[in-house]
């Protein structure tokens, strides 16, 4: 059974930094691509950041780019989103989300999902 | 960025009524080279994540009822549940992946 979990949401000031973590299971790793999906509380879902299977391929919403940065540890099934200099309107649950194909490669068809952490940006 | 636009906002359907989602985005999702429509269907109940439903516009993802159905081309697609059930009571997301993945805004869809 495919497992994504998520971990590292917390509560941290405008301009922190905070890592989240993705733990899978269930699947092998490294044949497919890991995204970043966010939720603000009460609104709908907005695509942050993906991963192709072997951490060669990156890529990031113009939101985020250049102050998150996705990495991930195929010896270890999981993948990382650095973010830095957070704002208030980076409050969000996120989800770690699966592509649907075994390629490696990045589509966005997004099969699996975990249940979520919340990172809340405020003072 | 590809504006996606649902319609409408929420809908109300009495059980085993049809329920019919409009999705449009602001440039076309067609793929020429495949003839494939990249653009897929997300199902979200209260505190929890998304569920796929549909991807390539009409294939249904694994498991998912076949009352769930999708169709369109181009820029504009629907999501369709022929027969709703109480279960179906949910957000529904369109989603293009032609390139950088955007959701629509989302549509209620609650029992009459």
């Known amino acids: 059974e495919v497992q994504l979990v998520e971990y590292g949401g917390d509560l941290v000031q405008p301009g922190g930094s905070l890592r989240l973590s993705c733990a899978a299971s269930g699947f092998t790793f490294n044949k497919y691509a890991i995204s970043w999906v966010r939720q603000a509380p009460g609104k709908g879902l907005e695509w942050v950041s993906s991963?192709?299977?072997?951490?060669?391929?990156?890529f990031y919403a113009d939101a985020v780019k250049g102050r998150f940065i996705i990495s991930r540890d195929n010896s270890n099934n999981t993948v990382f989103l650095q973010m830095s200099s957070l704002r208030a309107e980076d409050t969000a649950v996120y989800y770690c989300?699966?592509?649907?194909?075994?390629?490696?490669?990045?589509?966005?068809?997004?099969?699996?999902w975990g249940q979520g952490t919340l990172v809340t940006v405020a003072s | 960025d590809i504006v996606m636009t649902q319609s409408p906002d929420s809908l109300a359907v009495s059980l085993g009524e049809r329920a019919t989602i409009n999705c449009k985005s602001s440039q076309t999702v067609l793929y020429n080279s495949n003839n494939r429509n990249y653009l897929a269907w997300y199902q979200q109940k209260p505190g929890q994540p998304p569920k796929l439903l549909i991807y390539w516009a009409s294939t249904r993802a694994s498991g998912v009822p076949d009352r769930f159905s999708g169709s369109g081309s181009g820029t504009d697609f629907t999501l369709t549940i022929s027969s709703l059930q109480a279960e179906d009571v949910a957000l529904y997301y369109c989603q293009q992946y032609y390139i950088t993945p955007t959701f629509g805004q989302g549509t209620k869809v609650e029992i009459k």
């Open positions: 989300a699966k592509d649907n194909y075994d390629s490696g490669n990045f589509y966005g068809v997004f099969v699996s």
């Open positions: 991963i192709g299977g072997s951490g060669g391929d990156i």
